[in-house]
Structures are given as structure tokens and as C-alpha cells.
């Protein structure tokens, strides 16, 4: 991680009011397909990591028995607080907790998470989807700054001083090594992506899985260290 957990919770606290405002097409697009891909069942409950002001969360919760919103910013967490007394949306909680340290005390069906587990180093980013898989969810749907292709510090996804975005190739090696089964490789833009992961044993189609490992492995080609 370039910045302390720290400093990443006081830049997200001032940007806290006007987040939601400030999104590009690409990360609304992204934020879509998690939705889309968590596709909860009625009687799951999701853990949301890095909720920010629980865009993703708010619009599971509809679908899902219960969510639980865990970000390190307490300025995101009353951002969401309000948006779900605002709808009426009782069957979610925020909470403070991060990737390696959630903070969850009962078992979850589903994890998402959008725009976040860029800010870690690749070592973090193994350590973190490590402690997932020690949650046993059935399906884990990662939406992030991720590389296609060559790292492009010009482009507005990828900020060096504060991101530290992995390949496509990195995140599928960190997820199948975690025992999860890679099963949908969706490409926003060359450095925005969306990965699926599911627990072998639940409902992971194999023939799936298998087509998206030629998608998966064109990142490898991209690997190199971004610090």
C-alpha cells in the first residue's frame, strides 16, 4: 500500500459529500455489472468490502436477506448511513472494516467489492482475498482497477502516488491460488475490470470457468510491478 490506511480514510472522509457526483461512465459501468453478477438470493447475505457510501450494497439489499457495508472511512460510512434511513432500507449495516480484517461475525454468501483493492500492493491484494476465502462465500465479485494491457499512468483509473492496480493475470493467479473458481472476465476499459469468482461445490458452472481462462491468462503478458 503506497499510503497508510490512515491517510487513505482522511482523503476518502473529505471526499466523502461529494463521491457520488464524481464517478466516470466507466466506474458507474463497472458498479453495474457487480450488481449484476453478485445476484444474491433472497436468503443470502452479501458483505459489501470497501461499501464507500454503499452505492453497491443499497442496490443488493433489495435482493438479499441482509448486507453488511464495511469501509475504513467513517465520513463514506455516514454518507451511506443516510442514503439507507433516506430509502427506507433497513437490512443492511455499516461498519468500520478493510479487506484483511473485515470484521464480520456471521457467515456470508456473497462478497463485492468496487474500486478499492487498487490501493493495495499485490502482496495485500493476495493477503486480502485470502481472508475472503476464509469467509466461504459462494461467489466473490471483484470490480476494479485492473490491467488489460500495458500500465498507462496518463489514464484517469491510475493514479501512481495513491494506486497500485495489478493485472488481470495477478488477481486470477491470487483468486484460483485462494481456491476460488475464475468464471466471468468482464472489460470495461483497458484498466477497468470485472472478475467473478466462485467456491467449487456451489454452483460454479466448469465449462465456464474453463472459457475464461484464456481472458484471464492475457494479463499475464501485462505483469510487471506498478510501485
Known amino acids: 500500500m503506497k499510503k497508510s490506511?490512515?491517510?487513505?480514510?482522511?482523503r476518502f472522509d473529505e471526499k466523502a459529500a461529494e463521491y457520488d457526483d464524481s464517478k466516470s461512465e466507466e466506474?458507474?459501468?463497472?458498479?453495474?455489472?457487480?450488481?449484476?453478477?453478485?445476484?444474491?438470493?433472497?436468503?443470502?447475505?452479501?458483505?459489501?468490502l470497501a461499501t464507500?457510501?454503499?452505492a453497491i450494497g443499497l442496490a443488493i439489499a433489495e435482493n438479499a436477506e441482509f448486507v453488511v457495508g464495511r469501509d475504513?472511512?467513517?465520513?463514506?460510512?455516514?454518507?451511506?448511513?443516510?442514503k439507507a434511513a433516506e430509502r427506507g432500507?433497513?437490512?443492511?449495516?455499516?461498519?468500520?472494516?478493510?479487506f484483511r480484517d473485515p470484521g464480520v461475525d456471521r457467515d456470508v454468501d456473497v462478497v463485492v467489492s468496487n474500486f478499492a483493492m487498487h490501493h493495495l500492493s499485490d502482496a495485500e491484494k493476495r493477503?486480502?482475498?485470502e481472508?475472503?476465502?476464509?469467509?466461504?462465500?459462494?461467489r466473490f465479485v471483484l470490480g476494479d482497477?485492473?490491467?488489460f494491457g500495458e500500465a498507462d499512468p496518463s489514464e484517469p483509473f491510475y493514479s501512481p502516488e495513491v494506486d497500485d492496480p495489478a493485472t488481470v493475470g495477478v488477481l486470477a493467479d491470487a483468486l484460483t491460488d485462494a481456491g476460488f473458481a475464475l468464471t466471468a472476465v468482464e472489460q470495461v476499459h483497458e484498466q477497468v475490470g470485472v472478475l467473478v469468482a466462485e467456491r467449487p461445490g456451489g454452483t460454479v458452472d466448469a465449462d465456464a470457468a474453463a472459457a475464461t481462462d484464456a481472458d484471464a491468462e492475457s494479463g499475464d503478458d501485462a505483469d510487471q510491478e506498478t510501485e
Open 5 to 10: 490506511l490512515e491517510d487513505h480514510a482522511a
Open 27 to 48: 466506474y458507474r459501468a463497472c458498479a453495474e455489472l457487480v450488481i449484476r453478477h453478485a445476484a444474491p438470493e433472497a436468503d443470502d447475505v452479501v458483505l459489501d
Open 89 to 98: 432500507i433497513e437490512n443492511i449495516a455499516f461498519g468500520e472494516g478493510r
Open 131 to 138: 481472508t475472503i476465502a476464509e469467509l466461504e462465500p459462494d
Open 72 to 82: 475504513i472511512s467513517e465520513g463514506m460510512l455516514d454518507q451511506a448511513r443516510e
Open 127 to 129: 493477503e486480502s482475498i
Open 52 to 54: 464507500g457510501t454503499g
Open 145 to 147: 482497477v485492473m490491467l
